[in-house]
């Protein structure tokens, strides 16, 4: 009989620490194939109720229904974006109110930063003279660089799309080579584990976008009662900037703030401001927990680790991904052994398992 052989826990963080470095080089060097396909299996769960009623009720092949989730899946996206081009089209008519009004506000900062900070404005002009110069030297290679990038973003999400198609059309396979790849009594945990990614990923996903929507609606009615110019604009893009979790509710303020303070009189855009810091507290504390929080156990100190982590990889893109894939982790972790303790790491306290109450509630006595 083969006796196991059981390292010291210093030597299990020691691999623990090599597989981690590991797989962030792996990450970074394979960022243009990881990405799309993290995003795909993503798409590919939240589509997968549509696929299969299209499947059993109304009898549709597999390539077909495939083809027609991610064809409605491509349409409900652009019409979003087109929404959204749409409103900025009609703000880009009052290009020459915003100019005018930027002039009158930068005009305003240039009086102040002499006033209270003593810098000359011909030095403020000189500055911004050379800073524009050096700008323009560059500007064909920034325009190259613009090109470049919408061109890489639009086969980026044509590769999504495909990656998307082809995850629901061999979705079997996908999941019977998991199955034949682990020994037979690991079948259960492995069905277990697959049913609970699916509702967690559907059910964040989900969240996610009625949390968007609400938060839109919210936004926008705000800010039509307060005459706001270009409301419905705004409080869209306060609704789509609140999924890139934390970072992107601070740009949405930014953003409106200056839309408003060039458009509008000053006051409004401290209004808008207020509206926007209100409506994330009031998001991040009553909605996010109810609609999203609920089913990503993930402690908020490992969900900041991981935006961080995930900007530091990836960008914008690492940011939205981390949440999702640190509560696959977790499900994974807590139905592994062995890797159960780094589960309740992850894990949220109140919702820890029961072998580790009797420690938490000591450890409480303690710190009283």
């Known amino acids: 009989m083969k006796q196991e052989v059981v390292f010291p826990f210093y030597a299990r963080l020691a691999f623990i620490l090599i597989i981690l470095l590991l797989f962030g080089y792996f990450a970074i060097l394979g960022e243009r194939i990881i990405i799309p396909l993290l995003f795909s299996f993503l798409f590919a769960v939240l589509l997968l109720p549509?696929?299969?009623?299209?499947?059993?009720?109304?009898?549709?092949?597999?390539?077909?229904?495939?083809?027609?989730?991610?064809?409605?899946?491509?349409?409900?996206?652009?019409?979003?974006?087109?929404?959204?081009?749409?409103?900025?089209?009609?703000?880009?008519?009052?290009?020459?109110?915003?100019?005018?009004?930027?002039?009158?506000?930068?005009?305003?900062?240039?009086?102040?930063?002499?006033?209270?900070?003593?810098?000359?404005?011909?030095?403020?002009?000189?500055?911004?003279?050379?800073?524009?110069?050096?700008?323009?030297?560059?500007?064909?290679?920034?325009?190259?660089?613009?090109?470049?990038?919408?061109?890489?973003?639009l086969l980026f999400l044509v590769f999504i799309f495909l990656y998307t198609f082809f995850m629901l059309l061999y979705r079997r396979l996908l999941v019977r080579f998991i199955t034949v790849a682990f020994e037979q009594k690991a079948a259960p945990i492995i069905a277990d584990i697959i049913i609970q990614v699916k509702h967690i990923i559907r059910s964040y996903v989900v969240g996610l976008f009625f949390e968007m929507l609400i938060v839109s609606a919210v936004a926008i009615t705000v800010f039509l009662m307060l005459g706001i110019k270009y409301a419905f604009l705004l409080g869209l893009i306060v609704g789509v900037f609140n999924v890139v979790p934390y970072v992107g509710i601070f740009t949405?303020?930014?953003?409106?703030?200056?839309?408003?303070?060039?458009?509008?009189?000053?006051?409004?855009?401290?209004?808008?401001?207020?509206?926007?810091?209100?409506?994330?507290?009031?998001?991040?504390?009553?909605?996010?927990?109810?609609?999203?929080?609920?089913?990503?156990?993930?402690?908020p100190l490992i969900v900041v680790l991981g935006v961080v982590v995930g900007e530091l990889l990836w960008g914008i893109s690492g940011m939205f991904l981390a949440i999702p894939y640190l509560a696959i982790t977790k499900v994974v972790?807590?139905?592994?052994?062995?890797?159960?303790?780094?589960?309740?790491?992850?894990?949220?306290?109140?919702?820890?398992?029961?072998?580790?109450?009797?420690?938490?509630?000591?450890?409480?006595?303690?710190?009283?």
Do not use: C
């Open 252 to 299: 949405a303020l930014v953003i409106s703030a200056l839309v408003t303070i060039a458009t509008s009189i000053p006051i409004h855009a401290v209004y808008v401001a207020i509206t926007v810091v209100i409506i994330h507290l009031v998001d991040s504390n009553f909605l996010m927990p109810k609609i999203v929080g609920s089913h990503v156990q993930i402690n």
């Open 50 to 153: 549509a696929v299969n009623f299209m499947e059993n009720k109304l009898h549709f092949s597999r390539t077909a229904s495939s083809i027609v989730a991610v064809l409605l899946f491509v349409i409900g996206l652009f019409l979003l974006v087109y929404v959204i081009a749409a409103q900025i089209g009609s703000m880009l008519q009052d290009w020459p109110l915003f100019k005018s009004q930027m002039r009158i506000l930068f005009y305003n900062m240039q009086l102040w930063l002499n006033s209270h900070w003593h810098i000359d404005i011909e030095k403020q002009l000189n500055y911004i003279n050379s800073t524009t110069e050096s700008l323009s030297h560059s500007g064909t290679a920034i325009l190259g660089k613009t090109v470049l990038s919408l061109s890489s973003l």
């Open 333 to 368: 972790f807590d139905r592994i052994e062995g890797l159960q303790p780094w589960g309740i790491l992850l894990g949220d306290e109140e919702k820890l398992p029961a072998r580790a109450r009797p420690l938490n509630r000591w450890l409480k006595k303690k710190t009283k």
